[in-house]
T-cell receptor, first 112, second 114 residues
């Protein structure tokens, strides 16, 4: 199976909160990341969380980590049309190189 | 401004042809990466390099080749052996040597087959 799993689509109304979920498999991952990709562009790091934390807040973004269930979520408060993008969850692989492994990405669609 | 530059933005390949995608960074990063993105399949690692003159295969290296002669540059060649090359290719770079590898991405190259 995949190392990192995400649902493919999420549709929300402008002004509502969005919650994007992710599950990962490597229990020894030390950092977990959320990246954003706008159409036709590269990925941009949004936020990350260290594995000994269970929550991190950064303005409209809240990351929750349940290490026991290997579950990561990204909550976007007051979602705007500019938040429409693909959101990728990533974990760093254990071992020497710590190269992030990415999920398939969740397409967030924000409608008026 | 520091950043990572990919060129060209769009590239077309004829059957049997090799094509090379350019990636340059001025962030003084040690590590560089190439990913392939297909719709609904996320990012798959092709090759990575942690130091000049050294590189390692990723998950889907077959049909691709790279070089790392300079710290700033990590070109990717898509060879004729790659039978399904149509995809969006992303180059990235990072500092190396920590457990928190934050990647900086270029804006990508869309490769299509004629």
């Amino acid at each position: 199976g995949e190392d990192v799993e995400q649902s493919l689509f999420l549709s929300v109304r402008e002004g509502d909160s969005s919650v994007i979920n992710c599950t990962y498999t490597d229990s020894s991952s030390t950092y977990l990341y959320w990246y954003k990709q706008e159409p036709g562009a590269g990925l941009q790091l949004l936020t990350y969380i260290f594995s000994n934390m269970d929550m991190k807040q950064d303005q409209r973004l809240t990351v929750l980590l349940n290490k026991k269930d290997k579950h990561l979520s990204l909550r976007i408060a007051d979602t705007q049309t500019g938040d429409s993008a693909i959101y990728f969850c990533a974990e760093n692989r254990s071992g020497g190189s710590y190269i992030p492994t990415f999920g398939r990405g969740t397409s967030l669609i924000v409608h008026p | 401004d520091g950043g990572i530059t990919q060129s060209p933005k769009y590239l077309f390949r004829k059957e049997g042809q090799n094509v090379t995608l350019s990636c340059e960074q001025n962030l003084n990063h040690d590590a560089m990466y190439w990913y392939r993105q297909d719709p609904g399949q996320g990012l798959r690692l092709i090759y990575y390099s942690q130091i000049v003159n050294d590189f390692q295969k990723g998950d889907i290296a077959e049909g691709y080749s790279v070089s790392r002669e300079k710290k700033e540059s990590f070109p990717l060649t898509v060879t004729s052996a790659q039978k399904n090359p149509t995809a969006f290719y992303l180059c990235a770079s990072s500092h190396q040597g920590t457990t928190n590898e934050k990647l900086f991405f270029g804006s990508g190259t869309q490769l299509s087959v004629l």
